[in-house]
């Protein structure tokens, strides 16, 4: 009996099914919601979602309403993969949002760019990400731009000599490079340099080590789990120069993490919490009512990436891979809740401005806004 | 090499030893009883932590919170003692490692669902420096851990030494059938010993959410590892051995840190030391 009527529900129900999904777009979405990374991904998915509301609350794409396809590849490039090519092959994903980590999602870009699915990468850094896949774009800020605002930034501050606590992964190896190259130009000597895995806690070692050199500066990367551990650790060494992070750092955990250790924190980011622009008020706004907390970076980028692939259909006015990539690389000066952006360029990497935010009170706020042309190009 | 430098590396070695020879130190107690590796200990170091951090929650108090990561740890312990490892008594060892390992899988994920993937701050204490000892400073977390792990050995080492239970564990860990046959109620010992084990842990898991004032869901992780070797270094089932193991390497790691960290991270030394150990005294450096 229960047999018969689970039938006739499913005879009744496919034909509704199959006329909604008619007029809806599938979006992929490649995200880490459990393991290691879950919170980034979880940020990211929130944000991504809360684009996708104002977007179909706002008519859609091409007036057909976005529906989420969304897939948990643990930041595991072998769960990428398998979910990418499911993304293609049974979702039918017009376009993707690539919100995972470097190694995910340059195991997901050949995939997509293959069958001319055009992908955003929200805030993985790795260059070769882009490189190669005309069919592959990246909202974020690109590591070693960040790390030449960072020596930018240490000159501004007054540091002739800095101190170096990199984190030993792709996006401390890519800050570090561009920190260094910069370096020389700002009349910056390079004091101490070393080097600590993810997940580290405890950098009192290392920190007494650089207290010895008595830089001008410190530029650490990191995230902001580990990075709340190296401030705080700094304060009770009374180390009194200050910090440099980078969008590692932004997110409110952050400040909650390392307390009032976290005052006088510089980070470069792109998230600018003092911006009077509209949808970035919008989504701070937005966010924190959706996930009852404050949003962080990783949560802008995963927006910006959905704002732009929106503008970038709706520009090309067809669905098409082809349309919509010819559409993005011909895009100039894109508003974004996470920084302006003059252009992507021929790998697809974005050239857009930067914010450098302090953290005072226990709030960020900016400190300057970074608009050289010269030092924002990859 | 700087004096200073010496200090301060020493000291942080303790503090971060005394954590691992405390949450190790119930490992071992387990193994010596029941002869099987209960990796799940680290997540009932995680889930005493987040009791704690709800207690600390509620009511500011760091006493509580320590009492509620022990009773919560406690609650957790001998619920996996009764109904995970005394059906799986008899069966292969191999069967009640596997399901430990899915039980602290479990327990990481269980936390992520109830509280969310991010991090939460236990700020219950201040880590600016209390007073200094020959320019190393030494702030009240440390001094916290150091104080709290040192009342609490002697806690245990009182048990172990000159209780009736601590001799019934012993006997229990010698030979269990001759222990049986002399009358000792075994599921109740082994009960209590899971008891302390995860008290241990849990007050471990709320000193370290002080300490780092962090905690999150894959707060085991490391912890689920890192014991495993600390108790193998110690002799397996060597309660003291294990507590002098966990203090020898959080040291070590100190060190290594600050002057190989980059060629040689210091979450590779336990295994170095394991390898070693293993291939050169396979009885653990404490065992007999």
New interface residues.
């Given amino acids: 009996m229960l047999r018969k009527l689970l039938l006739i529900l499913v005879l009744v129900a496919a034909p509704l099914v199959a006329v909604q999904a008619q007029g809806t777009v599938t979006v992929g979405v490649l995200a880490p919601?459990?393991g290691?990374a879950?919170?980034d991904?979880?940020s990211a998915v929130t944000s991504i979602e809360l684009a996708t509301q104002t977007i179909n609350a706002h008519g859609g794409i091409l007036g057909r309403q976005i529906k989420l396809k969304i897939y948990d590849d643990q930041a595991d490039p072998k769960q990428a993969v398998n979910f990418a090519r499911r993304l293609v092959e049974e979702d039918h994903a017009r376009f993707v949002i690539g919100a995972s980590y470097s190694g995910a999602t340059l195991a997901a870009a050949p995939i997509f760019n293959q069958n001319h699915i055009p992908m955003m990468a929200a805030y993985a850094v790795a260059p070769d990400i882009t490189k190669g896949h005309p069919y592959v774009f990246r909202v974020g800020l690109m590591g070693p731009v960040e790390g030449r605002i960072g020596a930018v930034l240490a000159r501004k501050l007054g540091a002739h000599s800095v101190a170096m606590i990199n984190l030993?992964n792709d996006f401390g190896q890519a800050l570090e490079q561009g920190f260094k190259s910069e370096a020389p130009k700002q009349g910056i000597r390079i004091a101490f340099s070393?080097?600590?895995?993810l997940?580290?806690?405890?950098f009192?070692?290392?920190l007494?080590?650089v207290k010895?050199h008595h830089p001008g500066a410190i530029y650490a990367s990191g995230y902001y789990?580990d990075a709340?551990?190296l401030v705080?650790?700094a304060?009770?060494?009374?180390i009194r120069a200050p910090i440099i992070g980078q969008d590692g750092y932004d997110s409110p955990?952050f400040i909650?993490?390392?307390?009032s250790?976290a005052n006088g924190v510089y980070i470069t980011t792109q998230l600018d919490r003092d911006s009077r622009q509209p949808d970035v008020e919008h989504f701070l706004r937005a966010y924190q009512a959706k996930a009852g907390?404050p949003a962080d970076m990783v949560g802008a980028s995963g927006y910006a990436a959905m704002e732009v692939m929106a503008r970038a259909v709706d520009k090309a006015g067809s669905l098409d891979g082809n349309a919509v990539r010819q559409a993005l690389a011909s895009m100039k000066d894109v508003n974004t809740v996470a920084g302006h952006i003059y252009r992507w360029n021929e790998n697809g990497d974005p050239i857009k401005t930067a914010t450098v935010q302090v953290i005072r009170n226990g709030h960020f706020h900016r400190y300057m806004s970074v608009t050289d042309r010269t030092l924002l190009t990859p | 090499m700087d004096g200073t430098l010496i200090g301060y590396l020493a000291l942080d070695g303790l503090v971060v030893g005394s954590i691992y020879a405390l949450t190790a130190l119930g490992l071992a107690l387990v193994y010596g009883l029941l002869r099987v590796l209960h990796v799940a200990h680290a997540g009932v170091y995680a889930v005493g932590a987040y009791c704690g951090w709800l207690a600390y929650g509620a009511s500011h108090s760091l006493v509580l919170a320590l009492a509620a990561g022990a009773a919560g740890a406690v609650l957790l312990g001998v619920f996996l003692d009764a109904w995970f490892y005394r059906p799986l008594a008899g069966k292969p060892p191999l069967i009640a490692l596997i399901g430990s390992i899915g039980l602290f899988l479990a327990a990481g994920d269980l936390l992520r669902i109830l509280f969310g993937p991010y991090q939460h701050s236990l700020p219950a204490m201040s880590s600016n420096p209390l007073f200094s000892v020959g320019g190393v400073g030494v702030t009240p977390t440390q001094v916290f851990v150091l104080c709290g792990t040192l009342v609490l050995l002697l806690g245990v080492y009182w048990i172990s030494a000159r209780t009736r239970l601590g001799l019934a564990w012993r006997s229990i860990a010698q030979d269990r059938e001759i222990a049986a046959a002399m009358g000792i109620d075994i599921p109740r010992h082994t009960a209590l010993a899971f008891a302390l084990a995860s008290a241990l842990a849990g007050v471990a898991g709320v000193m370290v959410g002080v300490y780092y004032n962090q905690i999150a869901p894959t707060m085991g992780n490391e912890p689920a590892y890192k014991t495993l070797a600390i108790v193998v270094l110690g002799g397996l089932g060597n309660v003291w051995g294990t507590v002098a193991a966990g203090l020898l390497l959080g040291v070590i790691e100190s060190f290594s840190s600050a002057f190989a960290g980059n060629y040689f991270p210091p979450q590779s030394v336990a295994f170095v030391a394991l390898i070693l150990v293993l291939l050169f005294r396979p009885q653990g450096l404490f065992g007999r």
Wanted: glycine share 8%; aromatic share 6%; charged share 25%.
């Fill in positions: 919601l459990t290691f879950a919170a991904g979880k030993k070393d080097a600590y895995p997940g580290n806690q405890n009192t070692s290392m007494v080590r010895m789990s709340a551990n705080r650790q304060k009770s060494l009374a955990k909650e993490l390392a307390g250790a907390e």
